[in-house]
């Protein structure tokens, strides 16, 4: 059973940064990995996701702000966080998968990440 567990989340005022880290239970690096959001009341979003040959896609609202990245020796996914705005205030979710043949966008085929973390707050005050 892989367990990911998240942490690095916190409050912080705007304009702010925070780096998010996922560990892994097990060797993940040839996984597709992603970090996803959701805020009371909305939806689940993608927010950047990373494949297994280090390849990165970030949402536009995030774009230039944050940075995904992998530290294979480490097991560990990472969000750097830069420029955070209220409308970053969400619980961020890591999560991995074996790497599909994409439907559609990693950003948005939550179902094909198998393994989810618990889970880590961010709090973004202006």
């Known amino acids: 059973q892989v367990q990911l567990v998240e942490s690095g989340g916190g409050s912080v005022q705007a304009g702010g940064s925070l780096r998010l880290s996922c560990v892994g239970s097990?060797?993940?690096?040839?996984?597709?990995m992603g970090w996803f959001r959701q805020a009371p009341g909305k939806e689940r979003e993608g927010v950047a996701t990373i494949e297994s040959d280090g390849s990165t896609i970030y949402a536009d609202s995030v774009k230039g702000r944050f940075t995904i990245s992998k530290d294979k020796n480490k097991n560990t996914l990472y969000l750097q966080m830069n420029s955070l705005q209220p409308e970053d205030t969400a619980m961020y979710y890591c999560?991995?998968?074996?790497?599909?043949?994409?439907?559609?966008?990693?950003?948005?085929?939550?179902?094909?990440?198998?393994?989810w973390g618990q889970g880590t707050q961010v709090t973004v005050s202006s």
């Open positions: 999560a991995a998968g074996v790497c599909p043949i994409w439907i559609g966008s990693p950003l948005h085929d939550f179902h094909e990440y198998k393994y």
């Open positions: 097990v060797y993940m690096y040839s996984y597709c």
